[in-house]
């Protein structure tokens, strides 16, 4: 089969993409190696940047999220005996919304099947071919076991950290750069109403925990456990006890509820770049992964799908490089600016591991950082523009 851009991965970058470029008149066809249900069931990211937001409106997927979705001003920042609130739009004038990744999904997949554009769900074998040439194409086995071929002009690699499209960029031309943390995330998702108007982020002795939600009654709630720990090892009256120690101060009570779902995800900074090669372009995880505290994966990889179907937009309708050109290193741009903020965020509020022989220094050096990040005007400035996405302009 023949298409204009050709994109592996039906995660929300590769679904976004294909309707940033269907806005523009450009063909593609998406490729899946899971199941659609697999992806409509994955629990992911929930917060998103007012930039974010912006695109997903103006490329006709934010209705619901409008409707549905949680606007936040602000966000607390905990420390035993003390939760103080960090003001967004007096610190610099802008939100955030929570929205569940998995909504988001929902909501490009209908609008993808409205349109009648194909999706191939749980492929196999897929491979990207002659990428450094003007002739690229990939090859799958589709869910019938029939062997394909998609002939392209360009293809856009959304498939995650453990796709095959930034492996297809030969590691002469790549350069990695990681940070491998020494803790891990206990996330679950509870069905109960949110203890909380907006997020919690709470350093304790005893671990990082944070307080989030999906829904005005779905809670999302998290504890830093060792990176090794296995989850069969957290009972839900464990979890429960875990996150009402960490999250405890006076006059506020945390309500529990039944537990939907838990896991256990370890936390790495990753940065691949370049993110194009010959016609191939790399879009969120497939390039870069950020620790979850700053929530910026996601908002990531909504600015490079909208950076690069802006760039392709612009090469179908006139013809100029420049855009195209210039995306790995505009995105990178973003891309490490994030990275700094997540790292900082993680740094500051996650208790250093019991065996390292700093970590009462540390933990000194993280109370002396949230007071001053909660009583400077300066520092709640950075953070929020960080946090909202409006430290650089958005794409």
Not at 94 to 109: M, R
Not at 185 to 199: F, H, N, Q, R
Not at 200 to 229: C, K, N, T, W
């Amino acid at each position: 089969m023949r298409t204009q851009v050709a994109i592996v991965g039906a995660g929300p970058s590769g679904l976004l993409l294909s309707q940033i470029l269907a806005k523009h008149g450009i063909e593609s066809v998406i490729v899946e190696n899971r199941s659609q249900d697999y992806v409509l069931a994955r629990i992911r990211a929930g917060v998103i940047e007012h930039g974010a937001v912006d695109v997903l409106t103006d490329y006709g997927v934010g209705e619901r999220l409008h409707r549905e979705g949680m606007r936040h001003d602000g966000v607390h920042l905990q420390w035993p005996g003390e939760r103080r609130r960090i003001d967004f739009v007096e610190s610099c004038g802008h939100s955030v919304w929570v929205y569940g990744q998995t909504e988001i999904t929902k909501d490009l997949i209908g609008t993808r099947e409205a349109a009648g554009q194909p999706i191939f769900w749980s492929v196999s074998d897929t491979a990207i071919h002659d990428a450094d040439t003007d002739s690229p194409r990939v090859t799958f086995v589709d869910a019938d076991g029939n062997a394909q071929t998609i002939e392209a002009d360009y293809v856009a690699g959304c498939d995650g950290f453990h796709g095959v499209s930034r492996p297809t960029i030969p590691e002469s031309v790549r350069s990695v750069h990681e940070r491998v943390y020494p803790y891990a995330w206990l996330g679950i998702l509870a069905e109960v109403a949110p203890s909380t108007d907006e997020l919690i982020y709470a350093l304790h002795p005893d671990g990082f925990a944070m307080h989030s939600m999906r829904s005005e009654s779905v809670s999302r709630l998290y504890l830093q456990v060792a990176p090794d720990d296995d989850i069969a090892n957290w009972s839900d009256e464990r979890i429960w006890d875990g996150l009402s120690t960490r999250l405890a101060i006076d006059g506020w009570t945390l309500q529990s509820g039944p537990t939907l779902e838990k896991s256990i995800t370890p936390m790495r900074s990753f940065v691949s770049a370049p993110m194009r090669w010959g016609r191939l372009f790399l879009a969120g995880d497939a390039s870069h992964i950020v620790p979850p505290t700053g929530a910026k994966g996601l908002n990531l990889a909504i600015a490079d799908v909208k950076r690069l179907g802006t760039a392709l937009a612009a090469k179908y309708a006139d013809g100029s490089d420049d855009l195209l050109d210039r995306y790995s290193d505009d995105a990178l741009e973003r891309v490490w600016q994030s990275t700094h903020f997540s790292w900082w965020m993680t740094s500051m509020l996650h208790t250093p591991p019991a065996e390292d022989p700093d970590r009462d220094f540390l933990l000194q050096m993280q109370l002396t950082q949230l007071r001053h990040v909660t009583t400077s005007k300066a520092a709640a400035t950075m953070l929020a523009e960080n946090y909202t996405g409006s430290v650089l302009p958005y794409p």
